[in-house]
């Protein structure tokens, strides 16, 4: 088990351009995270998935923003015609339906939108 | 919705000294209490949590407080090491009633602690 993996760990794109970040949360962790962090400020909640299921989203997460797990295991964020204010860290998480702890995040993608 | 406020936002200490993170929150529904520690480019931890049915929680030299009345939590550092220095954050939440899952957390702004050898 090597924790939850995120790629890219870094992602420079130009304003106007479509990016997609990939999460894959710890085996059979069912319950998945999003969430931004921008400098000096803590995680913002974006949205959550059980299973394939999308259970909330927040209202961060504009109509440009897509996120899926369509089998259950992997989720993509897609964020379309990106603007300088994406630019974050984005967070994801993972969390075992009945364990006795908490979630357990990854490293992060950092987004620069130039 | 829920909205947590952390203090103080930097805190230095001298190693061996104690160290005290301060949070309050808003949504009394919130039963769920963890800390996080985030060094530099990576993501939180989660380094102790604390569940509404429990006033204290002690984990060597990390403890945990929670007043439901007053709406506030704190994070009690002691003995501390240069190996603390990092930005440690709170948040409160919803862990459903069977204790099964886990929903959104809701995150303070961050207190990032120095300890100098």
């Known amino acids: 088990d090597t924790g939850v993996s995120q790629d890219p760990r870094h992602k420079i794109t130009k304003r106007g351009q479509n990016v997609t970040f990939r999460c894959d949360p710890i085996s059979e962790h069912n319950r998945l995270y999003w969430y931004r962090q921008t400098l000096g400020q803590g995680p913002e909640f974006l949205t959550y998935?059980?299973?394939?299921?999308?259970?909330?989203k927040s209202r961060l997460l504009s109509d440009r923003f897509s996120a899926e797990r369509p089998k259950g295991s992997f989720s993509t964020l897609e964020i379309q015609r990106t603007e300088q204010g994406d630019s974050a860290m984005y967070l994801c998480?993972?969390?075992?339906?009945?364990?006795?702890?908490?979630?357990?995040f990854g490293s992060g993608t950092r987004l620069t939108v130039v | 919705g829920e909205n947590v406020e952390q203090h103080p936002s930097t805190l230095s200490v001298q190693e061996g000294d104690s160290a005290v993170i301060k949070c309050t929150y808003s949504?009394?529904?919130?039963?769920?209490f963890p800390w996080y520690k985030q060094e530099l480019g990576k993501g939180p931890q989660l380094i102790i949590d604390?569940?509404?049915?429990?006033g204290e929680k002690k984990d060597q030299r990390i403890a945990v407080t929670l007043n439901k009345t007053a709406k506030h939590f704190s994070l009690h550092i002691t003995e501390t090491q240069p190996e603390d220095s990092a930005v440690y954050f709170c948040?409160?939440?919803?862990?459903?009633?069977?204790?099964?899952?886990?929903?959104?957390?809701?995150f303070g702004q961050g207190t990032i602690l120095t300890v100098h050898p």
């Open positions: 998935f059980q299973n394939e299921a999308q259970l909330e």
């Open positions: 604390i569940r509404s049915n429990v």
């Open positions: 949504d009394s529904a919130s039963n769920y």
């Open positions: 948040a409160a939440g919803v862990r459903n009633a069977g204790g099964t899952s886990y929903g959104k957390l809701t």
């Open positions: 998480a993972s969390s075992l339906f009945r364990a006795n702890y908490g979630y357990t």
